[in-house]
């Protein structure tokens, strides 16, 4: 056994609303500069839908994840050493900007200095890639809603996957279709293939927290890492030449504080936590032959924080107490392991993701109410799962590589934990052999009742700090050798004696609070704060 930790995340589905306030919020912090203009680290897509690079799923096409060899043993979908060194100056597989789409602002310009006249100036597209006038023909949100499904439905390769499988079972007139939003950041992967693609070593996976990155220093902008994703979750910037993918907010993760799409959420549907598994079972579990046992054997690779051995091997490994605790009170441990009722996205494209999803429960609800029976009854709810507008089989291509039973599974104890709420709520004795129907008792169905509704900010983010009982040292390491003891940064002419150092205010000196990651922790402070009186004495 060789413990190692990592954080993770869970989206409930049944809770977004598609807004898209996380993508919105994402883009101003990470990606609103010039050459990341078509870049969205966050996304939302609807499904049925293309996705975002269009038809990203079609694997066949672009070439990304793992796959078995004859002996099988897991190899790059997109080829080996040699396959590589062959189109590493012109790299076949790669999205277009027309997969993507082609970034466009309006000219304003023409709005404010237009001559008086009896005809209405215009503020006609222009490309922010050439400046030039453009045609707008599609963007990261164009099938928004079901928008376009007549025309552009078909091309999910999801729908093209079911109904080779069941003949019409998706269809796009109005009264047969169904609707759900899928937020998507990168996946954080167990066995990430981005990282196994990259010829210089610039994209790795943080053994303190799982976190996928790329060293900007040692990028070299081969985009092999771009056909490696499966998901399309690496982005080329076309200005610096550099890969780019979500960083997973490491800056606010690292000081306890969710990424940025979880804090905007507007439906409080992600759940921050960490993910105790086994390294040494990574690469048995990814290598299955049957994709259809791919989400149980990651199942599998996830370590119990309550077992006594783990506790042990764990400490033995050097993981801190701290994530030790945060494992065994983690959201994301409970609604993955522990009930059951999360899925991995595209378990079959084999690497192992960390981002994972509760299946949609409410348009079962809705569909059952539209026909005059009571939408929260257990027994109609059971016996409507397998005939719903949204199919079974769609879900299972999406989260367990076609297997049905584990969403029936997932949808099931949804439909049980309504049922069993519904009768607390109006003053009814819950019937005992529901939870025992689903394998979960009375406590377990309250308990992720609580955790799925009304959990409070700290019940959904938990989140450990980083290097907290290091961080002295590692900030003292910054300081000039010839420096005294006594003076930190406070020296004649250097940045202390303006009263801030060059992280904010009190950084630099030794025996005030360490402030490289002050903001974050005031940030934290605000964003929790009841009322506005307990921010007094906060530096502005």
């Not at 222009?126 to 949100?141: A, D, F, R, V, Y």
């Not at 005939?387 to 299972?396: D, F, M, Q």
Request: charged share 25%; aromatic share 10%.
């Amino acid at each position: 056994m060789r413990p190692m930790a990592q954080i993770a995340m869970v989206m409930n589905l049944d809770k977004c609303i598609g807004c898209h306030t996380c993508s919105v919020t994402c883009k101003q912090a990470w990606t609103n500069r010039t050459g990341m203009e078509y870049v969205w680290f966050n996304n939302v897509e609807t499904r049925p839908g293309q996705g975002y690079p269009r038809r990203y799923e079609d694997q066949e096409r672009w070439r990304g994840g793992w796959e078995l060899n004859k002996r099988g043993a897991l190899k790059l979908k997109g080829g080996g050493r040699f396959r590589k060194l062959a189109g590493i100056f012109s790299n076949p597989v790669l999205p277009e900007i027309k997969d993507y789409y082609e970034p466009w602002t309006y000219d304003y310009k023409n709005l404010h200095d237009a001559p008086l006249g009896d005809d209405f100036p215009v503020a006609q597209p222009l490309s922010q890639i050439t400046g030039k006038p453009m045609k707008i023909e599609w963007s990261s949100n164009w099938d928004d809603s079901l928008a376009g499904a007549p025309e552009h439905g078909n091309l999910d390769p999801m729908v093209a996957k079911v109904r080779e499988q069941a003949a019409e079972k998706v269809k796009f007139a109005f009264e047969q279709t169904f609707m759900f939003f899928l937020p998507r950041i990168c996946e954080h992967c167990l066995n990430p293939s981005c990282v196994a693609s990259c010829p210089s070593g610039a994209m790795y996976k943080r053994a303190e927290d799982g976190i996928v990155l790329v060293d900007q220093d040692q990028c070299r902008g081969w985009r092999m890492c771009v056909t490696g994703c499966p998901y399309k979750k690496v982005y080329f910037n076309h200005r610096t030449g550099k890969a780019e993918k979500c960083t997973f907010c490491y800056p606010r993760v690292e000081v306890g504080l969710p990424t940025v799409c979880s804090e905007t959420c507007v439906g409080r549907l992600r759940y921050l936590g960490v993910m105790l598994y086994d390294a040494d079972k990574v690469t048995a579990a990814a290598s299955v032959k049957d994709e259809k046992a791919l989400y149980e054997a990651q199942l599998d690779v996830f370590l119990d924080p309550e077992d006594p051995a783990v506790q042990r091997a764990a400490e033995q490994a050097g993981i801190p107490y701290d994530w030790m605790e945060a494992a065994r009170r983690s959201p994301v441990h409970a609604l993955i392991s522990k009930y059951k009722v999360a899925l991995p996205l595209h378990p079959e494209y084999r690497t192992m993701p960390m981002v994972w999803y509760i299946p949609p429960l409410s348009p079962v609800v809705d569909a059952l109410a539209e026909t005059g029976f009571d939408g929260e009854d257990a027994g109609n709810l059971f016996g409507a799962i397998d005939t719903l507008r949204i199919p079974l089989e769609y879900l299972a291509e999406l989260f367990t590589a076609g297997d049905v039973g584990p969403v029936r599974a997932s949808l099931e104890k949804l439909a049980a934990m309504r049922s069993h709420m519904r009768a607390i709520n109006l003053g009814d004795q819950p019937d005992p052999s529901l939870a025992s129907s689903v394998g979960m008792d009375a406590t377990e169905i309250e308990a992720m009742y609580r955790l799925l509704a009304i959990a409070k900010y700290e019940e959904r983010y938990v989140i450990p700090t980083a290097a907290v009982g290091d961080a002295a040292r590692l900030e003292e390491t910054a300081l000039p050798a010839e420096l005294p003891d006594s003076c930190s940064l406070d020296y004649d002419g250097g940045p202390g004696m303006g009263g801030e150092g060059p992280f904010g205010l009190d950084s630099g000196r030794r025996h005030l609070p360490l402030v490289s990651v002050e903001n974050f922790h005031v940030l934290g402070r605000r964003q929790t704060a009841d009322k506005e009186t307990e921010l007094k004495g906060e530096p502005p």
